[in-house]
């Protein structure tokens, strides 16, 4: 199975301070079909999980533009901006191959 | 609107079973693969089934493998997951997800794109 790796476990961010999140996998996720199957999600407290990003660096509908996702290979970033106050929260990484797996997550406070 | 709402979550006694529900409204439910997500007290997100669109490939976690069995009735827009040998470690919010599955033919095999739609998530609690 893919382990993903994601740093740092706690960021604290001070409000307008960029952010970022760094997941390495161990292997290599582009696939057979040239695409690279890595997925960002947002899980506010006390609410569902909430995919951000997509294949990298594909932003889903309603998503602010403050986030972004970049990477190749087995290195993957997200990153945030300038963090605002409804950002606090958990953030996970997730690949493709099956069976699918998650980083540990990365808890995003405020100072 | 797209939604994906669970049921049939409880506290149930060690090695009893329990049988969550999803049901999907607002897109084309036949269309897409829905997964089983859980989340244990406090920690990460854990992979659980999957289910093709037409529930021809059912695929487990190693942790669930042989205890739980995941289908689906797209007659009625409504997954299962069906629980089986409840352990403590079961413990978790359980979350149904919809997916889409990319199919490599050549290649002979298959990619999640990742989930894209979540459920708000039921609560199962194995405890005597």
């Known amino acids: 199975d893919v382990v993903m790796t994601q740093s740092p476990l706690s960021l604290p961010v001070t409000l307008g301070q960029p952010a970022s999140i760094s997941c390495r996998s161990s292997?290599?996720?582009?696939?057979?079909?040239?695409?690279?199957?890595l997925n960002w999600f947002q899980q506010r407290p006390g609410q569902s999980p909430r995919r951000l990003i997509y294949k990298v660096s594909n932003r889903d509908s309603g998503v602010p533009d403050r986030f972004s996702g970049s990477g190749s290979g087995t290195d993957f970033t997200l990153k945030i901006s300038r963090v605002e106050a409804e950002d606090v929260g958990v953030y996970y990484c997730?690949?493709?191959?099956?069976?699918?797996?998650f980083g540990g997550g990365t808890k995003v406070e405020i100072k | 609107q797209v939604q994906l709402v669970e049921s049939g979550g409880g506290v149930v006694q060690p090695g009893r079973s329990l049988r969550l529900s999803c049901a999907a409204s607002g897109f084309t439910f036949s269309s897409y693969g829905m997964h089983w997500v859980r989340q244990a007290p406090g920690k990460g997100l854990e992979w659980v089934a999957v289910?093709?669109?037409?529930?021809?490939?059912?695929y487990y976690a190693d942790s669930v493998k042989g205890r739980f069995t995941i289908s689906r009735d797209n007659s009625k827009n409504t997954l299962y997951l069906q629980m089986n040998s409840l352990r403590a470690e079961d413990t978790a919010v359980y979350y149904c997800?919809?997916?889409?599955?990319?199919?490599?033919?050549?290649?002979?095999?298959?990619?999640?794109?990742?989930?894209?739609?979540w459920g708000q998530g039921t609560t199962v609690t194995v405890s005597s």
């Open positions: 997800a919809r997916d889409v599955i990319v199919v490599v033919p050549a290649a002979n095999s298959f990619y999640y794109y990742g989930m894209d739609v």
């Open positions: 289910i093709w669109y037409d529930g021809s490939n059912k």
């Open positions: 292997q290599s996720l582009v696939h057979s079909d040239g695409n690279t199957y």
């Open positions: 997730m690949q493709g191959t099956h069976p699918l797996t």
